[in-house]
């Protein structure tokens, strides 16, 4: 059974340029949050996607949104990058948002 | 908002020697706790989830304890092990706002 799995693992962006990252749950999980995390922070919660509808967002600007498919998988979109916006993404699944399961993370570079 | 700090910041043992990282959060309004390893670079491995209405979870050498009214969790790691050396970070999941609100951190090293 696969577990959270996201793509790209790593990529380098120009500011201004927009980005899409992607996550995959684990199987049976309909949750899916991300995060993200500055080098020496702990995660920061973005938002939750449940039944295809963003469900709770945390303190983020509109230039991040996001999106959940039928089969529950997700995409983070964040448009006119900033060099701040560098950091370690992370998706988790849950089912119904309790214990969560993380996966490796995409590392975005903004230059 | 949920607050959630996490000391020390960083902590350095011999190997064999008994590991205590605190975990403290402000709004006793929680479902559960989780425990999270973090190796450099890389995504988050549940070691622990303490629901709300538990005292404290065990598995193998790691004991995770939780006292909701005062706001505090304790990871207890026996014997440490050079391999047990990453970043160990807590998160509570709170009841108000359905989020995972996470602290800082705490880097182990583990000499050997």
């Known amino acids: 059974d696969a577990g959270v799995t996201q793509s790209p693992t790593h990529l380098i962006k120009t500011r201004g340029q927009q980005v899409t990252l992607r996550c995959s749950p684990k199987?049976?999980?309909?949750?899916v949050s991300w995060y993200q995390q500055a080098l020496g922070q702990g995660p920061q919660f973005i938002f939750q996607?449940?039944?295809?509808?963003?469900?709770q967002r945390g303190n983020f600007p509109d230039r991040f949104s996001g999106h959940q498919f039928p089969n529950y998988s997700s995409e983070l979109n964040v448009n006119a990058l900033l060099l701040g916006d560098s950091a370690l993404y992370l998706c988790?699944?849950?089912?119904?948002?309790?214990?969560?399961?993380f996966g490796p993370g995409t590392r975005l570079t903004v230059t | 908002k949920q607050e959630v700090t996490q000391i020390p910041a960083a902590l350095s043992v011999p190997e064999g020697e008994n590991l205590v990282l605190n975990c403290s959060f402000t709004?006793?309004?929680?479902?559960?706790l989780q425990w999270f390893r973090q190796d450099p670079g890389k995504g988050l491995t549940s070691l622990l989830l303490?629901?709300?209405?538990?005292r404290e979870q065990t598995s193998g050498r790691l004991n995770a304890s939780l006292d909701k009214s005062s706001g505090r969790s304790t990871l207890y790691i026996a014997a440490s092990q050079p391999g047990d050396s990453a970043t160990y970070l807590c998160?509570?999941?709170?009841?108000?706002?359905?989020?995972?609100?996470f602290g800082a951190g705490t880097t182990v090293t583990v000499r050997a």
């Open positions: 988790a699944s849950s089912l119904e948002a309790y214990e969560q399961y």
């Open positions: 199987s049976g999980h309909d949750t």
């Open positions: 996607y449940y039944e295809e509808e963003e469900r």
């Open positions: 709004d006793s309004a929680i479902y559960n």
């Open positions: 303490i629901q709300s209405s538990q």
């Open positions: 998160a509570v999941f709170s009841s108000n706002d359905y989020k995972l609100s």
